[in-house]
């Protein structure tokens, strides 16, 4: 009797899981990263999760986060692209010698409102054009992509080394740093504003995926189920706010704003920094690469390609133009990441983005990408970079030596590979 009413408790439980289609990979991800704040929290006496490190988590998180989303594209295509770190540091070298350099040289002076924009779109195109490169040699030419970006990772650092001469190329202009983080956010009321059309926004996105299922005559959660949904959604947008908010900008750079219109700072005022406008950027980034995976032509190749190459090929999807594609959109995405990077250290740097194609792909699996190709989420691979920048912003907190966290995000990518294996042999997913 007891193991029957076991049973028939499991079963219900199963049911309402169904019913609500919840994503237990997903629970299982926001469970751990909830496990990791509450233990570096305990383990720095509460201050791992204080507005300032919450900030300072976010603003170094969007770089590996960007180029987790392109690297979704590219794993489940079932190839690999060990070269991002790499590339991103070229993209960078080309932006700092374009605004500090080049554009000068031709008569622009520095400073100018075209600097910034002339300087990201030289890195965009760098980007773009090295990986659709890198796209042809294994599209058309059949390289591994496995040894295309292992030889992209020694090329393109060293490129790198020699546009700047191996020095440090820096400050970069004041208009290209905003998006680098502290420097450039968007303050408490244009937070505030944002927070409220994000939750309309995720409110109506909920509601129209409902319609459309019903359009089509597919089963839907109980209302009441969507409606806490959209709450859960408000919660969390209007709490992240309220964190960026809480975090206010220092005295003294409250002075220095305030002297600079020739005013003083009133007695008892303050002002928090809000959302950065590098995580608008990364927002922006999330919503371009879902909607490409989930809406159009282009996403529907990608993830059939993924799930059977050779189907997909005799379907009439041309699976090396594809391929050239992808590694397109991944150059494009590490141009992006360096433009973020180098703006918040201010400078370009000979080692920016070392070891950044480890964070990225751990970030890609962790979120749920299957390295056997065809499954993967871009939100998804942005909680996996999140939990990664979580683990190690934690570590250094507590005084864990640099090596030793490492060998820690090496053994977490291992275990998530593991779990991925388990996860799919439980469930039949292939």
Not at 160 to 182: K, M, R, S
Not at 233 to 254: M, Q
Request: include cysteine.
């Amino acid at each position: 009797m007891a193991d029957a009413s076991a049973s028939g408790t499991s079963s219900k439980r199963k049911s309402l899981f169904q019913t609500l289609e919840v994503d237990t990979r997903l629970l299982g991800m926001v469970g751990a990263f909830v496990v990791v704040c509450l233990m570096f929290n305990f383990l720095t006496d509460g201050r791992f999760l204080t507005p300032r490190n919450i900030f300072n988590l976010t603003i170094q998180t969007v770089s590996v986060a960007i180029m987790a989303t392109g690297m979704v594209f590219v794993i489940v295509t079932r190839h690999i692209d060990l070269s991002v770190g790499s590339l991103l540091a070229t993209c960078s070298a080309m932006m700092a010698m374009t605004q500090t350099a080049i554009l000068p040289g031709l008569g622009l002076d520095f400073g100018s409102p075209l600097i910034a924009p002339l300087a990201i779109l030289v890195g965009v195109a760098t980007g773009a054009v090295i990986g659709a490169f890198q796209g042809y040699l294994i599209g058309y030419l059949a390289i591994p992509a496995f040894i295309v970006t292992l030889g992209g990772l020694l090329v393109w650092r060293n490129v790198a080394w020699y546009l700047t001469n191996g020095q440090t190329i820096g400050p970069l202009d004041e208009t290209f740093q905003l998006l680098g983080g502290i420097s450039g956010t968007m303050g408490e009321t244009g937070s505030w504003i944002l927070g409220v059309i994000a939750v309309i926004v995720a409110a109506v996105a909920i509601w129209g995926a409902r319609r459309a299922r019903i359009a089509h005559e597919f089963p839907v959660k109980p209302i009441w189920a969507e409606f806490a949904l959209m709450i859960v959604a408000a919660v969390l947008i209007l709490g992240l706010v309220a964190t960026l908010n809480a975090y206010e900008v220092p005295e003294r750079v409250l002075a220095r704003q305030f002297e600079a219109q020739g005013l003083t700072v009133p007695e008892g005022y303050t002002q928090g920094y809000g959302v950065p406008y590098s995580v608008l950027l990364l927002i922006a980034v999330a919503v371009v690469m879902t909607v490409v995976a989930r809406k159009t032509r282009l996403g529907r190749y990608i993830f059939a390609t993924g799930g059977n190459p050779d189907a997909a090929e005799l379907s009439g999807i041309n699976t090396r133009m594809l391929t050239v594609k992808v590694f397109a959109i991944m150059g494009v995405l590490c141009a992006l990441a360096a433009l973020v990077a180098s703006a918040r250290l201010s400078f370009h740097s000979n080692d920016i983005g070392t070891l950044d194609e480890l964070r990225v792909i751990a970030a890609a699996v962790i979120g749920g990408t299957a390295l056997a190709g065809g499954m993967g989420t871009i939100y998804g691979a942005i909680l996996g970079a999140l939990i990664m920048q979580s683990l190690q912003s934690g570590m250094a907190m507590v005084g864990v030596d640099a090596p030793f966290q490492n060998i820690v995000v090496g053994g977490v990518l291992v275990l998530a590979v593991l779990v991925d294996i388990v996860y799919r042999k439980r469930t039949g997913a292939k």
